[in-house]
């Protein structure tokens, strides 16, 4: 999670021009892999886990590891999409967008009144 969040950070920094789904890509490029090459050793040892003697590490070792798969679908989906959603303008909404970053108000019209 963290790694995602600091990496979209970097992608708008060096990239502000760049729409919402352009720096998503870029992120996920950056970061998805040490993702993926972390969530798949970290599953595949807890597997391993799994295929110890003691009935108690057998389950934890099992649970561990579909744990760590699951984690990693939803950082890729539900995480990332929870990431982009205040960032890209919805025109379903009516009311104005209000916005407040450190002590700053800023309301905008919504496109189509304007």
Same mark, same amino acid.
């Given at each position: 999670m963290l790694v995602l969040i600091e990496t979209m950070e970097e992608v708008k920094k060096e990239h502000?021009?760049?729409? +919402?789904?352009?720096?998503?890509? !870029?992120? +996920? !490029?950056?970061?998805?892999?040490?993702?993926t090459i972390t969530s798949l050793t970290n599953a595949l040892a807890f597997a391993l886990g799994g295929t110890s003697s003691i009935p108690a590490l057998q389950g934890f070792g099992v649970y561990a590891s579909l744990t760590i798969l699951l984690d990693y679908f939803f950082q890729l989906s539900f995480f990332l999409s929870c990431m982009v959603r205040p960032r890209v303008p919805s025109p379903a909404r009516s009311s104005p967008s209000c916005r407040v970053r450190a002590g700053e108000a800023e309301v905008q019209p919504h496109p189509q009144r304007a």
């Amino acid at each position: 999670m963290l790694v995602l969040i600091e990496t979209m950070e970097e992608v708008k920094k060096e990239h502000p021009q760049l729409e +919402v789904e352009q720096q998503v890509e !870029r992120t +996920v !490029r950056h970061a998805g892999m040490s993702i993926t090459i972390t969530s798949l050793t970290n599953a595949l040892a807890f597997a391993l886990g799994g295929t110890s003697s003691i009935p108690a590490l057998q389950g934890f070792g099992v649970y561990a590891s579909l744990t760590i798969l699951l984690d990693y679908f939803f950082q890729l989906s539900f995480f990332l999409s929870c990431m982009v959603r205040p960032r890209v303008p919805s025109p379903a909404r009516s009311s104005p967008s209000c916005r407040v970053r450190a002590g700053e108000a800023e309301v905008q019209p919504h496109p189509q009144r304007a």
